[in-house]
């Protein structure tokens, strides 16, 4: 198995595009090209011998009383046919990496703690849990 990385950046929309089946729902050019146009926000996506097999995207968030921003790890997606074999691991290795180049003070994801999969990933990847979070929402999902 080969793996490589590949970190999206402004005008590359179509080969986000390409790996759309790893995305929740379908991928629009404009709001692809609207997130690669900011800074702030990260987007990388796993090949396995060439083929796109999955995807982690983070925003930096910065707050008045912070000298640093953080990274929220917005999503993480690993095609069915590729998961158990690291692939999420590097991508969230990846973006944390990305977090620290940019001058992150720590980044965090919330999760379903019924989630063993997404669990796993995250502590496989470095992450602590730090006990129980509700989230509120609003608006659509």
């Given amino acids: 198995m080969t793996l490589a990385l590949w970190r999206a950046t402004p005008g590359s929309e179509g080969r986000v595009k390409a790996a759309?089946?790893?995305?929740?729902?379908?991928?629009?050019?404009?709001?692809?090209?609207?997130?690669?146009?900011?800074d702030a926000n990260h987007l990388v996506v796993?090949?396995?011998?060439?083929?796109?097999?999955?995807?982690?995207?983070?925003?930096e968030i910065s707050h008045p009383d912070q000298p640093k921003p953080e990274l929220f790890l917005n999503e993480l997606g690993v095609d069915p046919a590729f998961r158990g074999r690291g692939v999420g691991r590097a991508l969230v290795a990846k973006l944390w990496e990305i977090a620290q180049s940019h001058g992150c003070r720590g980044m965090w994801v919330l999760t379903d703690g019924d989630n063993e999969a997404a669990c796993r990933t995250y502590a496989a990847a470095g992450g602590s849990p730090m006990g129980a979070e509700i989230m509120f929402q609003w608006g659509e999902t």
Wanted: avoid cysteine; hydrophobic fraction near 40%; charged fraction near 20%.
């Fill in 20 to 38: 759309e089946h790893l995305f929740d729902d379908p991928v629009s050019v404009e709001a692809t090209a609207r997130f690669l146009g900011s």
């Fill in 46 to 59: 796993a090949y396995v011998d060439g083929a796109p097999a999955g995807f982690v995207s983070g925003t």
